[in-house]
């Protein structure tokens, strides 16, 4: 089936450093990822899109200079969290859409970050 | 807005009951429905999914009913185990996007 890994799965970090979160198809192809945020007990909230080869496209209310997204080739895109702060603690998780299929997301593990 | 809606919040099953998740969509461009199960600590995974020109779809314990007229979809697990013990989400995609549900926490009492 198609997986995909994130890493790490979990990050505590002092507030004002960078943390960068990948995010890996390991057996299909994935020109489109999507980065998702979610809080406890909440649904998932979509924060962008992230396109291969370009840039990514972020939704309404996410900073994009906060958030930075690339995706280099056609199984991985990195998240990067900026001079995080502990509001910007929260439960991260990655999707990646099948090329071939074009419907059907599938979702990382996850990556637990913590600011302090 | 939230653009699917999805009741109820939370529910008790006892083992080897039903548990129903119901879930409605405003947008009929929607033309994708899938549904997730995610455990405490770890990401959703794909349960089953449907297409809006199907009323049923069923995978082992797991069905999909879709009324396409009433923009209404809901999962039913049959034969509930406690292992079923997990947070439900409906979706539905208009291209690329998918549009979560709030969620459904299921607990299966043995």
């Known amino acids: 089936g198609a997986v995909v890994s994130q890493h790490p799965s979990r990050v505590i970090c002092k507030s004002g450093t960078s943390v960068k979160i990948e995010c890996r198809s390991l057996?299909?192809?994935?020109?489109?990822m999507f980065w998702y945020r979610q809080f406890p007990k909440k649904s998932l909230m979509l924060m962008a899109t992230?396109?291969?080869?370009?840039?990514?496209?972020?939704e309404q209310g996410v900073e994009k200079d906060k958030f930075l997204i690339n995706h280099a080739s056609l199984t991985l895109s990195t998240l990067t969290v900026t001079s995080a702060h502990p509001e910007d603690s929260s439960f991260y998780i990655c999707?990646?859409?099948?090329?071939?299929?074009?419907?059907?997301?599938?979702f990382g593990p996850g990556t637990r970050l913590l600011v302090l | 807005q939230q653009q699917v809606k999805q009741s109820p919040q939370s529910l008790i099953v006892q083992k080897g009951g039903i548990s129903i998740i119901n879930c409605a969509y405003e947008?009929?461009?929607?033309?994708?429905f899938p549904w997730y199960q995610q455990f405490p600590g770890k990401g959703p995974a794909l349960l089953i999914a449907?297409?809006?020109?199907?009323s049923e779809k069923k995978e082992g314990r797991f069905t999909i009913s879709f009324n396409k007229s009433a923009k209404q979809f809901s999962l039913h697990i049959m034969d509930s185990q406690p292992g079923d013990s997990a947070t439900y989400f409906c979706?539905?995609?208009?291209?690329?996007?998918?549009?979560f549900g709030a969620g459904t926490t299921v607990t299966v009492r043995a």
């Open positions: 999707s990646a859409r099948d090329t071939g299929t074009q419907e059907t997301q599938y």
């Open positions: 057996d299909f192809q994935a020109t489109t």
């Open positions: 992230s396109n291969e080869g370009s840039k990514a496209t972020y």
């Open positions: 947008n009929t461009a929607f033309d994708y």
């Open positions: 449907i297409r809006p020109d199907v």
């Open positions: 979706a539905a995609s208009l291209g690329y996007k998918l549009s």
